[in-house]
């Protein structure tokens, strides 16, 4: 028996809109995510596919750092600026050193200043090939780039074990200095690495660059402005993918840098593949430098002679040091009120400071772009919370 | 760039504005310049617009705590003392009220100089640690502003988004003050020992010791259980 029931008994439903607040979604991208490379949380708000919101927060790996550091000596810090960024912690020890050295005024001697440039370059290539790897990982082409580059990765840190006795932990740096010198043969063991990374990056760059996969996921993806990063005090790659002409080396002069020919590459587009891109340019150029270091290195002291390591006082002021990590301008800011430890103590982190933009990079864009926005961005969480 | 010859520029360009110079006797050579609360917006547009200065990228920006001093002084006084004039030395105490201090480091892309350092302080520690946000000019302050609010207490006006950056938003102190001091009870350690159990027991001890005399009976049979010991809850 067929009931009559007409259509117009039941009552008509609202139109869905598209932008009506119920139809968003907000979702918890980490802090447990495998693509925020740490412990790090976005709070998304989705409209479908589409990212609406995007509030990053911070602070699961904050062990105030600047604290600890206020209440050691100056000396007691510098292993633990290792623990920063821990994918480059040589960088990380030569901007603390080049803060302290300006704020005592202290000389660094000829062999030690190639020694950091050359350690610092090498720091440099096994950051941007590893984030490459990463971000590939992030996209989705699970393992290979990514170990391509912890094999060349490797050779590196072999490196830096057989010169500082550590692989990831290094605590090189000294003021007015470096800590050892070079040992028998290393020299040698570093200029083959050098000659032979160049064959890495045209297999790497062959396998990457014109992928037309990749072409498709970070083309557009992500842009950046010149104008937003300028102001939002962008720092290394970063900027410069988005044709920032600013790279410290060349601004400050620090350390030895204007004696190397280098270029500085620029982005056109400031979009992820142009982050990308920067990264695989940045190696070329410090290919050069380390090969014109390793060449020009000169015999002498690896330390200020008249340096007094232990109890070690500065007189009272402040200074800023900063560096060109691969990361971006790592600075660090003392103040010195003539005691053995800092009256303050500052890292200028540029992980945390290239996130502050991740919410205007990723509106509009589709949230597995996320993922590949954030890892253009390089972030080290030990550095961002520090 | 010489401090002096920007510090007229903005003198002539924001009226009524009051700078100050802050020598710096290390070798860094970083002098800075101290800027009122009132004009820090006007000065700060001043120096990222100016076709000279153009400092476009506000690099650094960081807090510094000035605890206030307690200074003891013997004053002599003249008193009336059992109906005659007598002079009697007073230990009289004054004590400043501290500052919060910002600090920013501004660099020009555009023209390649700097540092120039500019510093702003609050009145006081507390209801007055209050500083207009340069945010609204550089938005790389927008982060390192949230943390200063979140680690030292400064609160900044005109912040579009003023939450705490790396403690949780319960929090109440703020660790990067100079008079922080660490909690002494550890209700996140699950099993506590050594110098944790100790500093425990201590602050359970103490807690039992604040309650008044008849409750303490009552209390101290619950006390003796909630002591924690070794390897305790196994």
Same mark, same amino acid.
């Given at each position: 028996m067929i009931t009559d029931a007409s259509p117009a008994a039941q009552p008509e439903l609202e139109p869905l809109s598209?932008?009506?607040?119920?139809q968003l979604l907000e979702i918890a991208?980490?802090?447990?995510?495998?693509?925020?490379?740490?412990?790090f949380r976005m709070n998304v708000v989705l409209d479908g596919e589409h990212v609406v919101r995007l509030k990053p927060v911070f602070?699961?790996?904050?062990?105030n750092h600047e604290k600890i550091a206020e209440s050691e000596t100056y000396l007691g810090s510098m292993p633990y600026?290792?623990?920063?960024d821990y994918m480059c912690p040589i960088t990380n020890n030569w901007a603390y050193a080049l803060a302290v050295e300006k704020l005592a005024g202290i000389q660094v001697p000829e062999r030690a200043e190639y020694l950091r440039v050359i350690v610092g370059e090498l720091t440099r290539l096994q950051n941007h090939a590893c984030l490459i790897g990463f971000l590939m990982q992030d996209m989705g082409s699970s393992g290979t780039p990514l170990m391509y580059a912890f094999r060349e990765r490797e050779k590196i840190l072999d490196l830096f074990e057989s010169l500082t006795?550590?692989?990831?932990?290094?605590?090189? =740096? #000294?003021?007015?200095?470096?800590?050892v010198d070079m040992p028998a043969g290393w020299l040698e063991q570093a200029q083959n690495v050098v000659r032979e990374f160049p064959r890495f990056l045209d297999e790497y760059e062959n396998l990457l660059v014109s992928n037309e996969i990749l072409m498709e996921r970070t083309q557009g993806v992500g842009v950046l402005s010149k104008e937003l990063a300028i102001n939002a005090g962008m720092s290394g790659p970063m900027a410069r993918a988005s044709?920032?002409?600013?790279d410290i080396r060349k601004?400050?002069?620090?350390?030895?840098?204007?004696?190397f020919a280098f270029r500085v590459p620029l982005g056109a587009h400031g979009d992820v593949y142009d982050r990308y891109m920067i990264r695989f340019l940045e190696m070329r150029e410090s290919l050069k430098i380390l090969n014109e270091a390793m060449r020009d290195i000169p015999a002498g002291p690896?330390?200020?002679?008249? =340096? #007094?390591?232990?109890g070690f006082r500065p007189k009272p002021g402040e200074a800023y040091g900063r560096i060109e990590s691969p990361k971006g301008e790592l600075g660090f800011y003392l103040i010195s009120?003539?005691?053995?430890?800092?009256y303050r103590y500052r890292v200028r982190p540029p992980s945390l400071i290239n996130l502050t933009v991740l919410e205007d990079l990723c509106i509009g864009q589709n949230v597995a772009d996320v993922v590949a926005i954030l890892g253009s961005v390089d972030i080290v969480l030990g550095e961002v919370d520090r | 760039m010489n401090l002096e010859t920007i510090k007229s520029e903005l003198e002539a360009a924001v009226p009524g504005c009051r700078l100050e110079l802050v020598a710096n006797?290390?070798?860094?050579?970083q002098h800075s310049l101290r800027i009122d609360a009132a004009h820090a917006v006007a000065v700060a547009v001043c120096l990222r617009d100016a076709p000279g200065l153009r400092?476009?990228?506000?690099s650094n920006v960081t807090g510094i705590d000035w605890p206030g001093k307690q200074t003891t002084e013997k004053v002599k006084l003249r008193k009336l003392v059992d109906g005659t004039q007598q002079e009697v030395e007073e230990l009289r105490t004054t004590t400043t009220p501290g500052s919060l201090e910002v600090v920013y480091h501004l660099f020009s892309i555009?023209?390649?100089h700097g540092p120039i350092v500019l510093r702003m302080s609050t009145?006081?520690?507390?209801?007055?640690?209050h500083l207009p946000s340069l945010t609204p000019v550089w938005r790389s302050a927008e982060l390192q502003e949230r943390e200063i609010f979140d680690l030292f207490g400064v609160v900044f006006d005109g912040h579009p988004d003023l939450r705490r950056l790396?403690?949780?938003?319960?929090f109440v102190d703020h660790?990067?003050?100079?008079d922080y001091v660490g909690p002494?009870?550890?209700?996140?350690?699950p099993t506590a020992h050594d110098e944790v159990l100790r500093r425990a027991n201590q602050h359970l001890s103490e807690a039992a010791a604040k309650l008044p005399s008849e409750a303490v009976g009552n209390q101290q049979s619950e006390t003796d259980g909630n002591r924690l010991s070794e390897g305790g809850g196994r």
């Amino acid at each position: 028996m067929i009931t009559d029931a007409s259509p117009a008994a039941q009552p008509e439903l609202e139109p869905l809109s598209e932008t009506s607040e119920e139809q968003l979604l907000e979702i918890a991208m980490g802090p447990q995510h495998p693509s925020t490379h740490g412990v790090f949380r976005m709070n998304v708000v989705l409209d479908g596919e589409h990212v609406v919101r995007l509030k990053p927060v911070f602070g699961y790996l904050h062990r105030n750092h600047e604290k600890i550091a206020e209440s050691e000596t100056y000396l007691g810090s510098m292993p633990y600026t290792d623990r920063l960024d821990y994918m480059c912690p040589i960088t990380n020890n030569w901007a603390y050193a080049l803060a302290v050295e300006k704020l005592a005024g202290i000389q660094v001697p000829e062999r030690a200043e190639y020694l950091r440039v050359i350690v610092g370059e090498l720091t440099r290539l096994q950051n941007h090939a590893c984030l490459i790897g990463f971000l590939m990982q992030d996209m989705g082409s699970s393992g290979t780039p990514l170990m391509y580059a912890f094999r060349e990765r490797e050779k590196i840190l072999d490196l830096f074990e057989s010169l500082t006795g550590a692989r990831m932990m290094c605590n090189y =740096m #000294r003021f007015g200095g470096c800590r050892v010198d070079m040992p028998a043969g290393w020299l040698e063991q570093a200029q083959n690495v050098v000659r032979e990374f160049p064959r890495f990056l045209d297999e790497y760059e062959n396998l990457l660059v014109s992928n037309e996969i990749l072409m498709e996921r970070t083309q557009g993806v992500g842009v950046l402005s010149k104008e937003l990063a300028i102001n939002a005090g962008m720092s290394g790659p970063m900027a410069r993918a988005s044709g920032v002409n600013y790279d410290i080396r060349k601004v400050d002069k620090y350390s030895i840098y204007e004696r190397f020919a280098f270029r500085v590459p620029l982005g056109a587009h400031g979009d992820v593949y142009d982050r990308y891109m920067i990264r695989f340019l940045e190696m070329r150029e410090s290919l050069k430098i380390l090969n014109e270091a390793m060449r020009d290195i000169p015999a002498g002291p690896i330390v200020d002679p008249k =340096m #007094r390591i232990r109890g070690f006082r500065p007189k009272p002021g402040e200074a800023y040091g900063r560096i060109e990590s691969p990361k971006g301008e790592l600075g660090f800011y003392l103040i010195s009120n003539g005691s053995l430890n800092p009256y303050r103590y500052r890292v200028r982190p540029p992980s945390l400071i290239n996130l502050t933009v991740l919410e205007d990079l990723c509106i509009g864009q589709n949230v597995a772009d996320v993922v590949a926005i954030l890892g253009s961005v390089d972030i080290v969480l030990g550095e961002v919370d520090r | 760039m010489n401090l002096e010859t920007i510090k007229s520029e903005l003198e002539a360009a924001v009226p009524g504005c009051r700078l100050e110079l802050v020598a710096n006797p290390s070798p860094s050579g970083q002098h800075s310049l101290r800027i009122d609360a009132a004009h820090a917006v006007a000065v700060a547009v001043c120096l990222r617009d100016a076709p000279g200065l153009r400092f476009d990228l506000c690099s650094n920006v960081t807090g510094i705590d000035w605890p206030g001093k307690q200074t003891t002084e013997k004053v002599k006084l003249r008193k009336l003392v059992d109906g005659t004039q007598q002079e009697v030395e007073e230990l009289r105490t004054t004590t400043t009220p501290g500052s919060l201090e910002v600090v920013y480091h501004l660099f020009s892309i555009e023209k390649k100089h700097g540092p120039i350092v500019l510093r702003m302080s609050t009145q006081d520690r507390d209801a007055n640690a209050h500083l207009p946000s340069l945010t609204p000019v550089w938005r790389s302050a927008e982060l390192q502003e949230r943390e200063i609010f979140d680690l030292f207490g400064v609160v900044f006006d005109g912040h579009p988004d003023l939450r705490r950056l790396l403690m949780w938003d319960e929090f109440v102190d703020h660790p990067m003050r100079r008079d922080y001091v660490g909690p002494d009870d550890y209700e996140y350690e699950p099993t506590a020992h050594d110098e944790v159990l100790r500093r425990a027991n201590q602050h359970l001890s103490e807690a039992a010791a604040k309650l008044p005399s008849e409750a303490v009976g009552n209390q101290q049979s619950e006390t003796d259980g909630n002591r924690l010991s070794e390897g305790g809850g196994r």
